[in-house]
């Protein structure tokens, strides 16, 4: 089974705060895990807690798992 990471909630979880991608780079998150995060790659679990922070919710608000077909 082939676990899928994809970010759609958080700018999902940005829209309804709005928030833009200009905050979270002023908030210190870089232009590098910017792009990571619109292709879906993976990120650190410290970028996490700080996106987590930054938009006072929970990882659930972020990021979710899709399962792989076989």
């Known amino acids: 089974m082939v676990r899928i990471i994809d970010f759609s909630p958080l700018w999902k ?7 833009s991608q200009y ?6 998150i870089d ?3 910017l792009d990571s995060l619109k ?3 993976n990120i650190t679990l410290l970028t996490l807690e700080k ?4 938009l ?3 990882p659930n608000d972020v990021v979710r798992f899709l ?3 076989e």
């Open 13 to 19: 979880t940005m829209e309804a705060q709005g928030i």
């Open 23 to 28: 905050r979270l780079l002023q908030s210190g």
């Open 31 to 33: 232009n590098k895990t």
């Open 39 to 41: 292709k879906n790659k």
């Open 51 to 54: 996106l987590c922070q930054i």
């Open 56 to 58: 006072a919710c929970t």
């Open 67 to 69: 399962d792989g077909g």
